[in-house]
């Protein structure tokens, strides 16, 4: 069963004289780890509020179709009975963070639900364990880099043990050292938890080596879906706009003039080396 | 011309920013200066326009200290694009907006008139002259800013971060935009930790670390230099991280355009059929 | 500014420091009702002194006396007004009750801004957080407060960067008359507001996907607990109230000027 199943969803934000999102429909597996990408204006920031109710509960407007999380209608349930199934992650790290003190924020949820102060510690600490930032548990948001105060999001959303954590461009403020630890941060989630991940992101050439499913949306609808190695191979995918990683880039204008490395497309650049290496190294 | 000379900067809370930097920029050079955040870049380029004072050592634009200058007096040569045009956006429309600093500056109204139609034009904002700035997308804004940087034709352009939150066509468009103004004799220095852009463009580098400068140079020669890769903690591109794990082929390290590595994969290639 | 010293929170290891603001508050209060309960000059003297053992205790004596010299204007004024007041409504004359009888109504208001500013001085915005949050005030109102103080900065910085992009573009902020110089700051006010309404929309979302109001009941992550420390201070607290109360009612208070 898909945990996530989304029906000719419809969109139109209140006021808005065409819908952000048009006809999508999208199906994710149980721990996944999905990638969507498009071009400014796509309409994935859109969908990322449709996974935990934001659209339409928040936002209002018009919807049409059909959303099922885990198991449950979106539209027939408030966003914070959505929150214990659902992460989600913004872009800004700043505005995310809201209590004077590190541990404070990632019990915020736990503390709306109502958890008893015991099994609240419990899971305040396992997730500042997974994230990596039980040293700085007790400073105050302002006194942290980005990178950890994203890190800090990630916790607290983590802290509600949801099935699926969502990711709106969270790496968009921060440098690729520290945009690369967050992806690693993640990627472990996904295959030691199990947690099913959607990360939206234009940085391909950090991101597509972790995902096994890449939806690119352009213009409000998803335009190609599937296997990353088929869809950034896919010539459409590049005339989008989607920013190609160069390793995959290098391989296909490889292959143009003649010298095919293989059959698998590369998404990274280790990689890229091994396919050259082994095609290039004297026997 | 941009000198700074021993450039020591400590912020009201006493830490040191900037601790003694030596740097010179000359007419038209494309610099991109680079390092991990909390490295002292922004805190360095402030100093360019005034903003920012040293408290020890000189910074001297065009050959006049800037301690000796309002920053509205340097802002006229040296133009600067913050990281978030949100910081700038007042105005009922684009128009006025851009019209804004041309006012500060004191330009006669039809000169004013010309330059906000010659920066519409330039930026792809023409439909949007009377519109209000705030009902803008996030990239239509960012271009707005640039616009009404680029209306007083500042010799030099200071661009802070100019690629984040951009998607890949927009970054592509900035870049040309960026040779552009090259091409016209203008000097530009961004301040940028995304290495792929710079990779494209191959400016100079200059890489910050800790309030020093640790390397100035081709942007080709640092960027794929594996100790500087330990010093500042930057990311090689993508392209050179390939090449990095070719040495055993006898291929070169210090490769980071697209084009460059394809034209010496096929010469290899035709090394070992042979 | 060098009133606002004396109200901002100093972090230093302190039996005061440690103390359960709640209480403190309760005992802030019983000074201000106290003090409100006399205009003889004598008690409230005795109110300003007992104060400075917990000063000193608290290690913070430098920051109250900066609070004390922010006060001082006002602390004047108050007098100035007060002998004016006497000496015109009383046929132009001053005695020397009139003038003991101001330098009451002085000495009041030094007692409030005092025991006001021992209580900011020594207690940290979080420890006050969650005195809110665990007291009966709202939820909303202690995230409020809560929330405003974790992006005091924030806005601070943001509003020295948005001087600054501004200034870039041949802003003169400090150029003109007073009207000139009130509309210089409109480029800067203007993003401010936009720039703390989209910050508000993203808070919004963000407490929103972390199950705000899923429950009338929130539990929390820290708790409160009384000490010692506490129930001495309490204990002072209705003993001063109990005194305070007593002399008003009963005991005939004289006047310096009587002594002489």
């Known amino acids: ?283 | 011309m941009i000198e700074a000379e021993n450039v020591h900067f400590s912020y009201p809370s006493k830490v040191e920013a900037l601790k003694g930097i030596s740097l010179t920029i000359k007419d038209g050079e494309f610099v991109a200066i680079m390092g991990q955040n909390g490295a002292g870049k922004s805190t360095f380029v402030k100093h360019f326009n005034g903003l920012l004072k040293p408290s020890v050592g000189t910074v001297k634009v065009d050959g006049v200290e800037t301690t000796k200058s309002s920053v509205a007096a340097l802002a006229r040569n040296v133009g600067f694009v913050f990281q978030n045009p949100d910081h700038q956006l007042f105005s009922e429309t684009v128009e006025d907006e851009i019209a804004f600093a041309l006012k500060n500056f004191g330009f006669e109204q039809h000169v004013i008139e010309e330059r906000v139609t010659w920066a519409l034009n330039l930026l792809s904002l023409s439909q949007y002259r009377k519109t209000s700035p705030f009902l803008l997308s996030g990239g239509e804004r960012k271009r707005v800013a640039l616009a009404s940087v680029l209306a007083w034709d500042p010799k030099t352009l200071i661009l802070d971060e100019p690629t984040i939150g951009q998607d890949h066509e927009q970054k592509e468009k900035l870049q040309q935009f960026i040779m552009q103004m090259q091409a016209q004799g203008k000097t530009v220095v961004t301040v940028t930790h995304d290495v792929e852009f710079v990779a494209e463009c191959n400016p100079r580098v200059v890489l910050m670390k800790e309030g020093r400068i640790v390397a100035d140079g081709e942007g080709k020669e640092i960027l794929t230099d594996p100790a500087m890769l330990e010093l500042s903690s930057i990311v090689l591109p993508q392209i050179a991280q390939v090449f990095t794990r070719l040495s055993s082929l006898g291929l070169p390290k210090d490769i980071i355009d697209l084009y460059e590595a394809k034209t010496l994969l096929l010469k290899a290639k035709e090394k070992t059929s042979r | 500014m060098s009133v606002f010293d004396g109200l901002k929170f100093r972090k230093v290891t302190s039996p005061i420091h440690n103390l359960d603001p709640r209480i403190k508050f309760v005992y802030v209060i019983a000074i201000f009702v106290a003090a409100i309960l006399f205009y003889q000059i004598i008690p409230l003297l005795v109110l300003f002194v007992m104060q400075l053992p917990f000063v000193f205790l608290a290690r913070v004596q430098r920051q109250w006396l900066r609070s004390l010299r922010g006060a001082a204007f006002l602390a004047t004024f108050i007098f100035v007004i007060n002998v004016a007041t006497t000496y015109f409504t009383s046929g132009y004359t001053l005695t020397a009750i009139n003038i003991e009888n101001a330098a009451s109504m002085t000495l009041r208001f030094v007692v409030l801004v005092e025991s006001f500013s021992v209580f900011f001085l020594t207690t940290s915005p979080d420890h006050l957080g969650l005195a809110l949050e665990t007291s009966r005030v709202p939820y909303e109102f202690a995230f409020a407060f809560t929330t405003a103080v974790r992006f005091v900065p924030v806005l601070a910085e943001e509003a020295q960067t948005i001087m600054d992009a501004q200034k870039a573009r041949g802003l003169e902020l400090e150029k003109g008359g007073l009207l000139k110089r009130i509309r210089n700051y409109i480029p800067v006010l203007i993003p401010l507001i936009v720039s703390a309404i989209r910050r508000s929309l993203e808070l919004a979302e963000a407490m929103e996907s972390r199950a705000w109001g899923a429950s009338k009941k929130r539990t929390n992550l820290y708790a409160l607990r009384l000490h010692k420390g506490d129930f001495a201070l309490l204990a002072i607290t209705v003993i001063i109230i109990v005194i305070a109360v007593y002399v008003h009612f009963y005991v005939a208070i004289p006047t310096i000027a009587s002594f002489f």
């Open chain 1, 1 to 283: 069963m898909a945990i996530i199943e989304i029906k000719n969803l419809t969109y139109t934000y209140p006021g808005a004289s065409k819908p952000s999102i048009h006809d999508v429909s999208l199906k994710v597996e149980k721990g996944e780890f999905v990638l969507i990408t498009g071009p400014s204006g796509c309409g994935k920031t859109t969908l990322c509020r449709c996974f935990n109710g934001l659209v339409p509960h928040f936002y209002q407007g018009e919807i049409k179709g059909e959303v099922t999380v885990a198991g449950i209608n979106v539209f027939e349930h408030h966003t914070y009975e959505m929150a214990k199934h659902v992460g989600l992650v913004f872009q800004n790290p700043e505005n995310q963070l809201f209590a004077l003190s590190i541990e404070k924020d990632v019990a915020f949820g736990l503390e709306n639900v109502g958890v008893s102060r015991e099994e609240m510690r419990k899971k305040v600490d396992w997730a500042l364990n997974q994230t990596g930032i039980s040293d700085i548990r007790e400073q105050s948001p302002h006194e942290i880099s980005g990178g950890q105060q994203q890190r800090v999001a990630i916790a607290a959303v983590l802290a509600m043990e949801p099935d699926i954590i969502v990711l709106d461009e969270p790496t968009s403020f921060l440098d690729p050292l520290s945009a690369e630890k967050i992806f690693e941060v993640i990627y472990k989630l996904n295959k030691e938890q199990g947690i099913t991940v959607i990360l939206v992101e234009h940085r391909l050439d950090l991101t597509a080596k972790y995902a096994n499913h890449l939806v690119v949306m352009d213009e409000g609808t998803v335009r190609l879906e599937g296997d990353p190695r088929q869809i950034l191979s896919n010539e459409e995918t590049r005339l989008i706009g989607v920013g190609i990683p160069k390793a995959t880039l290098l391989y296909q204008m490889l292959k143009k003039e003649g010298f095919n490395l293989g059959d698998k497309t590369p998404l990274s650049s280790e990689e890229l080396a091994d396919q050259i290496l082994e095609a290039l190294s004297p026997r």
